[in-house]
């Protein structure tokens, strides 16, 4: 296909490109500005109970011909790879190195989940033999398996708008779970949404797929958002976003008739913890990558390692100066939005009114672009200050000097629920180490040691969660293929003749 792309400026809803009374503008980076149509309410109804009726096939269909849809809309991903990498990188401003490797992740997560269902392993399928000579009462025969729990909504995310939105991880496990998808686009880049948009419409197409099996609502208001979270026929949410936003519909959520899980990644830290003999060895070395993994798609991501914390002395005094000289020779980039660079500022001019920090380096960077900025604090300020505590997303760092190990372990209780927590270690780090690991373990869903946690792996083993604030379920993963649970439910059958029972059981 050719890289030349222009939106239509609609919404997809059950196989239909569907225009609106109002409309809003797209912002881009680069290249021109477009129209699209803002969802409203009855939008969302057409669009779920269209899914409710695709759920009817859909949610019971084989394993293999959902597999089939999944690689076909990667395909389709891949043959408009030019025009998605044109408009994402005009609507984002992040280079096009960035999309097009997100846009292979994308596609990599489809297939990913493609296999995993095929396999069957998720199905969990469980079975305990009738014993009708048991006493005192005879024993029933039971057997269990995982089922799709039907209309799922997803909002894309600023961030990453390719594999976190419109066909990104949580569209992909919900389908590969055989939930229908309702997605609410994020405004940050419309276009985007609404080409990939295509190309899965083109695999429905392909593939005979019922056309309520995915829709795509754009917005720039509350309204479909909410409309989406409290319509009766959806039964469960993937969210990733800002605590604020996140917290709002989380509340909606619960506070329906038929309250629904939400599932919704809000916001993290994720503290480094720089351990003596590595601090010794190779502080410059760990500082300098600090930095890099800070200013790393402008400090964009969900995974930024905004905190360090190491023990004061000299050894702290080489870090934080390697850190900051790395720092130092970022160059202004543009933000996603010219809001998210507005809240960046926002965030790092509360920290410093705060008055118990000190900055090391202060940006000056104006509009839509932001630079790195580097606070200093102490042990016994960090404790004593908790607004410290809240994330920033965006290129900023806060360097935690603790008097002594113990104050080291009290930073660690004090810190909310985090993604990922790192130790960088050396062997004679291990005592402190292991002293930390069962706080780090309530602490985060992913600990890494001597790396930094930018890049997530999407595999079967990946954790990409954690105790709130990082997540509002601490028991489930938005990354890998265990996300696919977040979306099925345990269904057991007892004494039902084999004719009755789901095919996936049947075949056990």
């Known amino acids: 296909m050719s890289e030349n792309f222009e939106p239509r400026g609609k919404h997809l809803i059950a196989g239909e490109w569907v225009g609106g009374d109002k409309t809003f503008s797209s912002d881009p980076v680069a290249g021109p500005a477009h129209q699209f149509a803002v969802g409203t309410s009855a939008d969302v109804d057409r669009?779920?109970?269209?899914?409710?009726?695709?759920?009817?096939?859909?949610?019971?269909?084989?394993?293999a011909d959902r597999?089939?849809?999944?690689?076909a809309i990667a395909d389709e991903i891949e043959a408009r790879a030019e025009a998605i990498t044109q408009i994402a990188t005009?609507?984002?401003?992040?280079?096009?190195?960035?999309?097009?490797?997100?846009?292979?992740?994308?596609t990599g997560q489809l297939r990913l989940f493609a296999s995993h269902i095929e396999k069957g392993d998720y199905l969990d399928r469980r079975h305990d033999p009738a014993d009708p000579e048991r006493k005192p009462a005879p024993k029933p025969d039971l057997k269990l398996i995982q089922l799709p729990i039907g209309p799922v909504g997803v909002f894309g995310a600023s961030n990453f708008p390719l594999a976190f939105s419109?066909?990104?991880?949580?569209?992909?496990?919900?389908?590969?779970?055989?939930c229908p998808v309702i997605v609410k686009g994020h405004p940050a880049h419309p276009g985007t949404g609404e080409?990939?948009?295509?190309?899965?419409?083109?695999?429905?197409?392909?593939?005979?797929?019922?056309?309520?099996?995915?829709?795509?609502?754009?917005?720039?208001?509350?309204?479909a958002g909410e409309a989406i979270v409290t319509h009766e026929l959806v039964k469960a949410v993937g969210f990733t976003g800002s605590l604020g936003g996140g917290r709002a519909l989380f509340n909606l959520a619960q506070n329906r008739p038929?309250?629904?899980?939400?599932?919704?990644?809000l916001g993290s830290i994720n503290p480094q913890f720089v351990l003596p003999a590595a601090l010794a060895a190779r502080g410059a070395k760990i500082g300098e990558g600090w930095a890099g993994s800070l200013v790393m798609g402008v400090g964009q991501f969900c995974t930024n390692p905004g905190v360090a914390i190491a023990l004061e002395g000299s050894d702290a005094d080489v870090f934080a100066g390697a850190a900051q000289a790395e720092l130092e020779k970022a160059v202004e980039q543009p933000m996603l939005t010219a809001g998210i660079a507005d809240a960046y500022?926002?965030?790092?001019?509360?920290?410093?009114?705060?008055?118990?920090?000190?900055?090391?380096?202060?940006?000056?960077?104006?509009?839509?672009?932001?630079?790195?900025?580097?606070?200093?604090?102490?042990?016994?300020?960090?404790?004593?200050?908790?607004?410290?505590?809240?994330?920033?997303?965006?290129?900023?760092?806060?360097?935690?000097?603790?008097?002594?190990?113990?104050?080291?372990?009290?930073?660690?209780?004090?810190?909310?629920?985090?993604?990922?927590?790192?130790?960088?270690?050396?062997?004679?780090?291990?005592?402190?180490?292991?002293?930390?690991?069962?706080?780090?373990?309530?602490?985060?869903?992913?600990?890494?040691?001597?790396?930094?946690?930018?890049?997530?792996?999407?595999s079967d083993a990946m954790m990409h969660g954690g105790p709130y604030p990082a997540s509002t379920n601490a028991s489930t993963t938005s990354v890998g293929t265990l996300a696919i649970r977040r979306f099925l439910r345990p269904v057991a059958f007892q004494n039902l003749p084999e004719a009755l029972l789901p095919a996936d059981l049947v075949q056990s």
Not at 67 to 71: E, G, I, Q, S, V
Not at 93 to 103: K, Q, V
Not at 167 to 177: I, V, Y
């Open 67 to 71: 597999a089939a849809f999944l690689n």
């Open 166 to 178: 419109t066909a990104g991880g949580d569209t992909a496990s919900a389908l590969a779970a055989g």
């Open 258 to 265: 038929e309250p629904i899980p939400f599932f919704g990644e």
């Open 47 to 63: 669009a779920a109970k269209a899914a409710e009726d695709a759920f009817w096939t859909y949610g019971y269909s084989r394993r």
């Open 345 to 458: 500022r926002r965030g790092r001019d509360r920290l410093s009114g705060l008055g118990c920090a000190r900055a090391r380096l202060a940006s000056k960077a104006e509009g839509r672009n932001a630079g790195p900025d580097l606070l200093e604090t102490t042990g016994e300020d960090w404790l004593a200050n908790p607004d410290m505590h809240n994330e920033v997303f965006g290129p900023l760092g806060i360097f935690v000097r603790a008097k002594d190990e113990e104050q080291m372990r009290a930073i660690a209780r004090g810190i909310e629920g985090q993604l990922t927590c790192t130790l960088h270690m050396d062997d004679a780090d291990t005592a402190l180490a292991a002293s930390l690991m069962p706080i780090l373990q309530r602490k985060a869903g992913r600990l890494l040691a001597n790396g930094f946690p930018t890049g997530v792996e999407v």
């Open 195 to 223: 080409i990939v948009a295509e190309a899965i419409a083109a695999a429905i197409e392909k593939t005979g797929q019922h056309p309520g099996v995915f829709s795509l609502i754009q917005s720039n208001t509350n309204e």
């Open 90 to 106: 005009q609507e984002s401003g992040l280079p096009e190195a960035r999309i097009n490797g997100e846009r292979a992740r994308t």
